[in-house]
């Protein structure tokens, strides 16, 4: 016999898949194919229109290709300054904004995380009822107004600090992912519950931090209501209200204003939507990649021992 016939002989046989597995396989791909179209499209769609001409978006021309190829939307957005200061202003209100939530967030979930704390069921079923009922708008503002915090960074910071669903997830984490004879090891060896957490829970809750830092940062770089409510001043306000007050600042014309000057500004209008969509998106999809790996091991964990 030779080699390659005692090779062939010793290779173990392929497993057929039957008709029922090749058609379930099928409508597999055809399901995740069809969530690909459904997410894609639009965002090809997004981007062909921000890099095509303003008669072109205006008219409807474009759908996946741009159209007239132009950067005239991008133009008009980076050359106003107020784009600059607003970018700024949103990456300082995301970055100390969700360091600060995360902190206090860990700070919550990590002792109602632990079976010795007394009284955590009671105090976890309070911090649910806030997300259930809150205290409404105008409560919520008059609040903020006698702290002092109108018309400051912190209004944009403080009031929204902690999630409740992102405390639920923390908890949940906590509890199912570090065993408690690890606690037990730590407290035997001497360590204070604060060097317990320092050096022993935050290490192995890496993946749980990710995901909560990356639903406050999105939530941060995102808003723009809490900053129309309780800023005043234009050098504070976050890009996204920047760009709202751009869009309206094209869109609004002046009875006086000849048509064909009024028609080319409703272009323009219509054009930076798209282009600033893109703007205020990048950032967030640059980062998204880094962190989108602890997704299923940040929140699955917990939501499958739960």
Known sequence: MTRTAEKRRLRPGRVRDSGVDRLFMACVYLLLITFLAVVLLPLMYIVANSFSSPNAVSSGRVWLWPVDFSIRGYEVALGNPQIVTGFANSLFY????????????????Y????????????????????????????PTYLVVQKLGLLDTRLALIVPGAIGVWQVIIARAYLRNSIPDSLYEAAEIDG???LRV??????????PMIAVVALMYAIGQWNAYFDA??????????????????????NTQAGGQMDAAIMMQRQQLADLLKYSLIVISTVPVLLIYPFVARYFTKGIMIGAIKG
């Not at 957490?197 to 890496?206: D, E, I, R």
Request: no cysteine; glycine share 6%.
């Open 191 to 193: 360590a204070s519950s």
């Open 197 to 206: 957490l320092w050096s022993v829970v935050l290490p192995l809750a890496k």
């Open 111 to 138: 002792p109602l995380s632990r079976k010795d704390f007394y009284g955590r069921n009671v105090i976890t079923a309070f911090i649910v009822f806030t997300m259930i009922f809150a205290g409404g708008l105008i």
């Open 228 to 249: 129309l409510l309780y800023l005043k001043s234009d050098d504070l306000y976050p890009l996204q209200l920047v760009l709202r007050n751009l869009i309206i600042l």
């Open 94 to 109: 995301t970055v100390v904004g969700t360091l600060v939530s995360v902190v206090l967030t860990i700070a919550i979930a």
